[in-house]
């Protein structure tokens, strides 16, 4: 394959992760939150594919880096705040559409805002990763394309689980202003969390990844689409367990 074509097949599959991103948001806009919410699962599926097409093709780039960056911005950071405002509207007025602006009170729209945490704090999850020369092979915080899975998962979890409690929970907008919050705070936590980058297929040194994708496919077996919060749970947790023994021992 000619140098001049290899080098820019990760910056295109990169920018299939951006218009991914860019159609999520026009659905969402429109109303299609369900579809929505797979442009962003293939959002992820394209920003797993440009960064595993670079290392095979050893194409990487200045630009490449910040392209993957700004796509991820929008796929994952604006893309799930506005499922989550979506989710939000539905939880404060029980409907989709906003009441007039003038009789919004202002809790009401403190609530409203708050969705739009995560595109700021992905934003700089992001700006701060480009810097950061400790993250890379292993993240500091959790990464952007995990957290926007959790988020949009939520929605899912809202229209398929049977479960009272759970449901309660996800439509109490109090609730999920503080899973907003939380969770996209973790992505700029000083935690640990390691990749799913291999650089062998051995056991050794990669153990983690492998014990993490066991469990992720026993879940995904057991619980299909509510097992997706669940694995994200999962890696936060098994990072946090691996850190604390590195550092025990």
């Given at each position: 394959m000619p140098v001049s074509i290899k080098r820019h097949i990760p910056n295109t599959i990169t920018s299939l992760n951006l218009l991914s991103g860019c159609i999520s948001i026009a659905l969402a806009f429109e109303g299609y939150i369900l579809f929505a919410v797979y442009m962003i699962f293939i959002a992820a599926i394209f920003d797993f594919m440009d960064g595993m097409s670079a290392r095979l093709l050893k194409a990487y780039s200045v630009v490449g880096k910040e392209l993957d960056s700004l796509s991820d911005v929008v796929s994952f950071g604006v893309a799930?705040?506005?499922?989550?405002f979506h989710m939000m509207k539905?939880?404060?007025f029980k409907t989709v559409h906003l009441p007039p602006i003038e009789h919004l009170t202002l809790l009401q729209i403190v609530f409203l805002l708050i969705p739009f945490f995560i595109a700021i704090?992905?934003?700089?999850r992001l700006a701060k990763f480009n810097v950061d020369e400790r993250q890379t092979?292993?993240?500091i915080g959790l990464a952007v394309p995990a957290s926007a899975i959790f988020f949009v998962s939520l929605y899912l979890v809202s229209l398929i689980s049977t479960n009272d409690l759970l449901l309660s929970l996800l439509k109490?907008?109090?609730i999920l202003a503080i899973i907003t919050i939380l969770f996209s705070l973790l992505m700029i936590a000083e935690l640990p969390m390691f990749s799913l980058k291999l650089k062998s297929f051995g056991f050794k040194g990669n153990?983690?990844?492998y014990i993490f994708i066991v469990l992720s496919v026993i879940l995904l077996i057991l619980l299909?689409?509510?097992?997706?919060?669940?694995?994200?749970?999962l890696y936060i947790l098994l990072s946090?367990?691996?850190?604390?023994?590195y550092n025990f021992d």
């Amino acid at each position: 394959m000619p140098v001049s074509i290899k080098r820019h097949i990760p910056n295109t599959i990169t920018s299939l992760n951006l218009l991914s991103g860019c159609i999520s948001i026009a659905l969402a806009f429109e109303g299609y939150i369900l579809f929505a919410v797979y442009m962003i699962f293939i959002a992820a599926i394209f920003d797993f594919m440009d960064g595993m097409s670079a290392r095979l093709l050893k194409a990487y780039s200045v630009v490449g880096k910040e392209l993957d960056s700004l796509s991820d911005v929008v796929s994952f950071g604006v893309a799930p705040s506005i499922i989550i405002f979506h989710m939000m509207k539905i939880s404060l007025f029980k409907t989709v559409h906003l009441p007039p602006i003038e009789h919004l009170t202002l809790l009401q729209i403190v609530f409203l805002l708050i969705p739009f945490f995560i595109a700021i704090i992905s934003g700089v999850r992001l700006a701060k990763f480009n810097v950061d020369e400790r993250q890379t092979e292993n993240f500091i915080g959790l990464a952007v394309p995990a957290s926007a899975i959790f988020f949009v998962s939520l929605y899912l979890v809202s229209l398929i689980s049977t479960n009272d409690l759970l449901l309660s929970l996800l439509k109490n907008h109090y609730i999920l202003a503080i899973i907003t919050i939380l969770f996209s705070l973790l992505m700029i936590a000083e935690l640990p969390m390691f990749s799913l980058k291999l650089k062998s297929f051995g056991f050794k040194g990669n153990k983690i990844r492998y014990i993490f994708i066991v469990l992720s496919v026993i879940l995904l077996i057991l619980l299909q689409t509510l097992a997706i919060p669940l694995i994200i749970l999962l890696y936060i947790l098994l990072s946090a367990i691996n850190n604390w023994i590195y550092n025990f021992d």
